[in-house]
Every structure is written in structure tokens, then in C-alpha cells.
């Protein structure tokens, strides 16, 4: 999967390369994840109440004429972390699940380039998706309080996954160069990842306030 996500990227440099761009983007986000994990293990699925996670990222835009922009895109994902305790006869048990995601995507969006006046400003909304992968980085802690005696463990485990988007927002230019925005998408593993001998499921709802620049 590696290999194909390479590829995906090479070629989609060598089209930019094709491309002639009004403008050439650069952009910093953050923001937030939402959405429960999905978890099937010998035959049993759960959807896992899991905390909103926090985004971090960049991207990178080439904008072509009239309307079409392409992009790479790098986010980080952190804190989409589930845990629950509970007790039974005098022993109370626990288990936490903790998440990080590094997502890279090759994105592309019908936007307007040139952009609608607004007051003193000008709006650039657009509308696309993109594919890439995904790598999942996750830990699980398991405890259990038997007569005061506490016995715990953990367990590491990572999966690469093919991963899409559908996404949508605006850019709205603060100066010649200056921009801020907002971007909303949805993610979806086109692959589960394999985590602990389960399939796990990382599906869900991005929000991300933007800072770019123009070159």
C-alpha cells in the first residue's frame, strides 16, 4: 500500500508539473475529529464512544484555470481515544484505547480561483475529495483491581490503510497574499485497519480552520 500511495503521489506531481497555476498555495490547519470507532473482532462490532480528536496539518496547492485546484495535504490526528472501566463483585477492570493518525492525501476541488467580492474581501469557496493513506499508531492498557492488587498490561500495534475524503469550504483573502478559511470533509478508510487481530474502522467528520499564503 505504501508503494501505490508513491505512486499516487509521484504522478500526481508530474500533472502539477503539466498544470499552469494562477497561484501557488501553502497552508497551516487545525482543528477537530469526530466521529466513534468502529471495531469488529470474531464476528463482534462496536461502535467505540471515542473522544474528539485534535487535527494539525498543512497543504500544498496548486490552483489552475478557470476552476480546478489540486492539492497535497498532510494531517495529523491525535486524541480519538476510548476508554471504559467498570466493577463487578468487589473487582473493577478498565481498558483505554489511544490514537494517532498520520494522514497523507492528493486532493482535488472544484474552487473559484478568481473568487466573489465581498466588502473589502473575496470569497473562494470549493468542493472535492481526495485519496491516499493513512498510518495508525495504537497503544491499549488494560488494568485490573483484584483485593487492592492492581495487575495491568499494554500492547502496541500499527497498520497503513488506503484512505478518501469528501470535502468543502471556503478561502477568504485578507491581503494580496493572506488567506484564512474553513475546511469541513468527511473521512473514510477504504480499508480497515488491522489492529490486535480486529478490524478497526476510523470513519468520521474533520473540521479545520486555515492560514495560507500565496506564492
Not at 489552475?64 to 480519538?80: E, R
Not at 491516499?132 to 483491581?145: H, L, R
Request: aromatic fraction near 14%; proline fraction near 1%; include cysteine.
Amino acid at each position: 500500500m505504501k508503494r501505490q500511495l508513491s505512486l499516487i503521489v509521484f504522478s500526481f506531481i508530474l500533472l502539477c508539473a503539466q498544470v499552469h497555476a494562477r497561484d501557488t498555495r501553502f497552508e497551516l490547519q487545525a482543528g477537530a475529529s469526530f466521529g466513534d470507532t468502529e471495531i469488529d473482532a470474531i464476528g463482534f462490532s462496536q461502535d467505540l464512544d471515542t473522544d474528539t480528536g485534535l487535527i494539525f496539518g498543512a497543504g500544498f496547492w496548486w490552483d489552475a484555470k478557470p476552476a480546478i485546484s489540486l492539492g497535497l495535504q498532510y494531517n495529523y490526528i491525535t486524541g480519538v481515544d476510548f476508554e471504559e472501566s467498570g466493577n463487578f463483585l468487589g473487582t473493577s477492570a478498565s481498558v483505554s484505547l489511544e490514537n494517532d493518525i498520520h494522514l497523507f492525501m492528493v486532493n482535488a476541488v472544484i474552487r473559484d480561483n478568481t473568487g466573489r467580492a465581498m466588502g473589502p474581501f473575496r470569497f473562494h469557496p470549493y468542493v472535492g475529495g481526495g485519496i491516499g493513506g493513512a498510518y495508525v499508531d495504537s497503544e491499549i492498557t488494560a488494568s485490573v483491581v483484584i483485593s487492592g492488587t492492581t495487575i495491568s498490561g499494554s500492547d502496541q500495534d500499527d497498520d497503513f490503510v488506503v484512505a478518501g475524503q469528501a470535502m468543502g469550504g471556503f478561502d477568504m483573502d485578507i491581503t494580496d497574499r493572506a488567506y484564512i478559511g474553513f475546511n469541513g470533509s468527511y473521512l473514510v478508510n477504504i480499508n480497515d485497519a488491522d489492529l490486535f487481530g480486529a478490524r478497526v474502522s476510523f470513519d468520521g467528520f474533520r473540521a479545520m480552520g486555515i492560514f495560507g499564503y500565496k506564492f
